[in-house]
């Protein structure tokens, strides 16, 4: 398959993958599911804006550890403060006086 | 007394001149400068999205009805935007690569209507939201959405700037297949502006 091909393919997969997004995002599941789903679709997006768009893979180690921290990290993030955000409310609470 | 121990013969001596690239070693796509500043948009987003996450862990009721005071469907058309204005830079890239210059131009052109289409969208957004009482009084989801979405609209207006001089440059044959690290330079910094739009969605559309 060509590189153009695969660029195809990868805007296709992220179209798709926004509007079910939203799908998701919609459904009266419960709130900590509701973010696993919604930053795993994130996940995937960036991974393939990575690979795909900005060929990361061809990138200075350096620079591809700091995206890749940057991308896998925004979506744990989603889900840790979703889960925790009692403990962070009391943490940044008794920081911030 | 010392023992010498002499190396085998099969040893080969190191060549001369530069070392050769190590596998997986990379490179850097466009130029350092360019990155600088990427590293620094980076961080700044990441500061404004720690600030997001402490606010919705103070205030959980606001950022859970939030979304619902959001259009989706704007949310939604910037994102396509986006992601189909970033696919016609990589496209442009490649036809760089391969010696097309008209079809590096076209792409280009292409990305940038649809990168214009984000703030055309943002005028109809606002005009609703200012229509339905959401300034800047109404709760801390919406202050929060505004600093976010309003720094990365400055984010996308450097970038369609960028954009407009790049195109210039691609029409008067400035880059060449062996050497157009400004314009993959540029595709850097649209990408990496797009993959933060691609964050700050789900956090206000979907999430809140």
Request: with cysteine.
């Amino acid at each position: 398959m060509s590189p153009e091909r695969k660029i195809d393919l990868a805007w296709l997969m992220l179209v798709l993958l926004s509007v079910g997004g939203a799908g998701i995002a919609r459904s009266d599941a419960n709130a900590v599911l509701v973010a696993v789903g919604v930053s795993l679709v994130m996940a995937i997006k960036l991974r393939l804006v990575c690979n795909y768009f900005l060929e990361l893979h061809e990138a200075h180690p350096r620079i591809r550890r700091a995206v890749l921290a940057f991308c896998h990290g925004m979506p744990i993030l989603v889900i840790l403060t979703t889960a925790f955000g009692d403990t962070l409310s009391s943490l940044t609470g008794a920081l911030l006086g | 007394m010392t023992l010498a121990v002499p190396l085998p013969p099969t040893v080969p001596a190191p060549a001369p001149g530069p070392l050769p690239a190590q596998p997986g070693a990379g490179r850097i796509p466009g130029s350092k400068a360019m990155w600088v500043g990427i590293f620094c948009e980076i961080t700044e987003f990441a500061l404004l999205f720690a600030v997001f996450f402490v606010a919705r862990a103070h205030h959980p009721e606001a950022f859970q009805a939030g979304p619902e005071r959001l259009s989706l469907l704007a949310g939604t058309g910037y994102t396509l935007m986006l992601l189909t204005s970033g696919w016609c830079v990589a496209r442009a890239l490649h036809a760089m690569r391969r010696g097309d210059k008209r079809a590096t131009v076209r792409w280009m052109l292409a990305g940038f209507v649809f990168g214009l289409g984000y703030p055309a969208i943002k005028v109809f957004e606002l005009q609703r939201n200012f229509a339905l009482g959401l300034d800047g009084s109404a709760g801390v989801f919406i202050v929060s959405y505004y600093y976010l979405t309003f720094t990365h609209l400055v984010h996308v207006f450097w970038g369609l700037l960028g954009m407009m001089w790049v195109i210039v440059r691609t029409g008067l044959g400035a880059y060449t297949p062996e050497e157009h690290s400004g314009l993959e330079a540029f595709a850097c910094y649209w990408h990496i502006t797009d993959m933060i739009w691609l964050m700050i969605f789900p956090l206000f559309y979907l999430l809140g």
